[in-house]
């Protein structure tokens, strides 16, 4: 272990060479941009498995009765897909691949905080997502509870929940070393001169999801520890003819999982903060304001999780407390909103494939948070409960926020981290045909909540067939979207056009170093004098 | 190798105190779920809790209180040796601690054995016969909490373990002495914990 080692400064990190060789050379590697592009391949993976048995959902309901699969098969595909989604993609998604890619190079860092930890954060999320893949090949049936794993039935079903259930766990334990690693990156990190108020919002958003990470995920840790107990030895809690109260079950629950929502969109409307500046060549409108309403959202969204529960057994007092809530939390969603178009107004807007991805983020995110408010709401919340509008609003939130931003920062950030420039017509052409699909597979959902569709089941009447039908067209016309959008980033990845520095003209600082960044990301650390920021547009 | 080296080179005590924090109020988080849990059902069963309580033995839980708090000063002491250069000394008293944690764990050990004896363990049908479903609970909770916090008990140990050969190999030294500190906080939450634990599943009546 001699320190003479030197890091040189122009070689890139993908061609760096280190001590080892090949794929060592990546799973062993401390380096966070590897890092990131560890998570980003992972997630890639399980995200077209997830998108795979969402077809396969969406094909069993294009006719009434049996199409494809049993009513069982159908529990398992839901129950699956809303696991990988939600656990392995959209919770650990954007901080696990941008986050660890650009937060060190963003506040002027060489890495974050703890390395080592880091790339142990890797192989728990590994670790976790083969438990829960186990779960569905080998056993006794794959698990069919639904992502929620509700008590009593995840104790009481015959099938393979326990792997399923260990997984999540072990996922959240990956989501809680992530967000610790970054705290303490950002308050010890940041360059000299860059103050709290001159980081960049990307970065703020990460801080804000970190905490909730951290606060929130132990609860749902325990809580599936607790239902695993149970399952193995039947300490009562959870199960009725012990004593114990499954209402509970769903507090404890959704105390994660709704903040958990929170740790999806954040990071996501951060992305979307530097976006849009830069596409409007203009200083980010509100600053202050993005920053204040992230960490209203990050703390009030703590204490709304009663809305999931209106119709399980609760008092008056607290439906019309969390319903309150709920409406609170709307606010500062707004706020964010209205800073971004009012960044765009009077801006030199570059109409580029990002900005594409953010303004239609914005358009979906709005129907997805407006649709929420129907729901927050105690009276209409009784009507559409369970039905497909659910559905339909959180795609719109979960997919459509979160999978939006992400596309969004793939295309705004994929020339720094590869190097290269991707071809934008076939970019354009992708975010065309995976927003109509996106569109045609989600609308028809909340009218068919609203007549009254349940969700969750794999048949439904006749009358219902018609929505059904545009729907799982939809999910057609978006898959081929998708698809369109990987290959032209796969292909640009090899041999797209090299990239400059800072080919948007983004003043963060990650467009201060090469484009893909050395290994040390820099070679001095950046200082911020007194008058710089990290929207300065003249 | 060369990667690593550098990390290395990158030593932030402050960092790596406010990660291990950080790393407590998640601890602290996990037994939380698990104090609501106990609450709500000490608040709708109180007459079967107060019954149950009488089964455990308050002297064991006593000395184990008491071992407890001895093992935290110990490692107190330890981190402070260790801040005057008194290297035999960190060692022994780390030793102590660890010896005390041991000491712990066969008493909690004879403690549930005597209960899965008298047909006391989560499951059991004596329990289900004999029982209320409020002393059910107890019992469920009283298993889950103190084998959770048993089971920190050992990952303390774990870290003490790891403290102590960086110790004897000179890796951790006063200048660079966070590991044993942090091992130090963790054993504090293990301690705290069982601050708790002890007056709500021994004491209260």
């Known amino acids: 272990m001699q320190a003479s080692s030197k890091i040189p400064t122009d070689v890139s990190y993908l061609e760096y060479k280190g001590k080892h060789k090949g794929l060592l050379s990546w799973i062993l590697s401390t380096d966070h941009k590897r890092i990131g592009l560890l998570y980003m391949y992972s997630m890639m993976t399980l995200f077209l498995i997830g998108v795979v048995l969402g077809l396969a959902m969406k094909f069993e309901l294009i006719a009434p009765g049996k199409t494809i699969m049993e009513a069982k098969d159908y529990n398992a595909v839901f129950t699956v897909h809303g696991v990988i989604m939600i656990f392995m993609i959209v919770v650990p998604g954007l901080p696990a691949v941008f986050g660890n890619f650009l937060l060190p190079i963003m506040i002027g860092a060489k890495d974050v905080a703890f390395p080592k930890l880091n790339l142990a954060s890797w192989y728990v999320y590994i670790a976790g997502a083969f438990l829960v893949i186990a779960s569905v090949l080998f056993g006794d049936g794959s698990p069919d509870t639904g992502w929620t794993f509700y008590a009593p039935y995840s104790f009481k079903t015959g099938t393979n929940m326990l792997p399923a259930i260990f997984g999540a766990f072990v996922l959240g334990f990956s989501s809680i070393l992530t967000g610790l690693n970054f705290i303490v990156t950002i308050h010890r990190l940041r360059a000299p001169g860059m103050t709290w108020t001159k980081m960049p919002l990307f970065p703020w958003t990460l801080y804000g999801t970190a905490w909730i990470q951290l606060l929130a995920t132990p609860i749902v840790g325990i809580t599936l520890v607790l239902v695993s107990l149970e399952r193995i030895f039947g300490i009562g809690v959870f199960d009725p003819a012990l004593g114990g109260d499954p209402i509970l079950y769903q507090h404890l629950f959704w105390i994660y999982s709704h903040p958990a929502v929170y740790i999806m969109i954040l990071p996501a409307m951060g992305a979307i903060s530097e976006i849009i500046p830069t596409f409007s060549q203009k200083h980010v409108f509100g600053y202050k304001a993005i920053v204040a309403s992230t960490l209203a959202i990050a703390f009030v969204g703590y204490f709304v999780w009663g809305h999931h529960m209106f119709t399980s057994g609760m008092s008056g007092t607290a439906q019309y407390t969390f319903s309150i809530l709920t409406f609170l939390v709307a606010i500062p969603s707004a706020i964010k909103v209205f800073n971004w178009i009012s960044t765009m107004y009077k801006g030199s807007i570059n109409v580029q494939t990002p900005f594409y991805w953010a303004v239609s983020f914005i358009f979906v995110f709005m129907i997805g948070g407006l649709s929420g408010l129907v729901l927050g709401a105690l009276a209409t919340n009784v009507y559409v409960h369970d039905t497909a509008f659910v559905v339909a609003h959180f795609h719109f939130i979960v997919f459509g926020g979160v999978g939006f931003a992400f596309f969004g920062a793939i295309h705004y950030w994929f020339p720094k981290m590869f190097g290269r420039m991707y071809d934008s017509t076939w970019a354009n052409a992708g975010w065309l045909i995976f927003t109509i699909g996106f569109l045609t597979l989600y609308s028809p959902m909340f009218y068919l909540g609203m007549q009254g569709m349940p969700r969750r089941y794999y048949d439904y009447l006749e009358e219902f067939h018609a929505a059904n039908i545009l729907s799982t067209m939809g999910s057609w016309v978006m898959t081929l979207g998708l698809v369109i959008i990987l290959i032209n980033l796969f292909r640009s990845a090899k041999s797209g056009a090299i990239a400059p520095k800072d080919p948007w003209n983004g003043k963060t600082l990650e467009w201060t170093v090469p484009s893909p960044p050395p290994v040390e990301n820099y070679e001095e650390i950046p200082v911020y004098g007194e008058k710089d920021g990290p929207y300065e547009y003249k | ?205």
């Not at chain 2, 008194?86 to 010896?99: D, G, S």
């Not at chain 2, 609970?137 to 048993?150: K, P, S």
């Not at chain 2, 030294?173 to 091992?183: K, Q, T, V």
Request: glycine share 8%; aromatic share 14%; charged share 15%.
């Open chain 2, 1 to 205: 190798m060369s990667q690593v080296i550098h990390h290395d080179e990158h030593y932030d005590p402050e960092g790596s105190k406010i990660g291990m924090w950080l790393f407590i109020f998640t601890e602290l988080l996990l037994f939380g779920g698990l104090f609501i849990v106990y609450s709500v059902y000490r608040y709708l069963n109180q007459d079967a809790f107060h019954l149950a309580a009488e089964e455990l033995n308050t002297t064991v839980g006593a000395i184990n209180t008491v071992i407890l708090l001895i093992s935290s000063m110990t490692i107190a002491m330890s981190t402070t040796a260790l801040q005057k250069k008194q290297k035999a000394t960190t060692i022994v008293l780390l030793e102590i601690t660890f010896m005390l944690a041991l000491v712990f764990l066969i008493n909690k050990y004879f403690e549930w054995g005597i209960k899965f004896d008298h047909g006391i363990f989560p499951g059991s049908e004596y329990m289900k016969e004999e029982m209320s479903q409020g002393e059910i609970l107890f019992f469920g909770l009283y298993f889950v909490m103190t084998g959770l916090h048993a089971l920190h008990i050992i990952v303390g140990m774990v870290i003490m373990g790891f403290a102590l050969a960086r110790i004897k190999n000179g890796t951790v030294h006063e200048n660079r002495p966070s590991l044993l500190e942090n091992a130090g906080l963790y054993w504090h939450l293990v301690d705290l914990i069982w601050i708790f634990l002890f007056p709500l599943f021994y004491l209260i009546h």
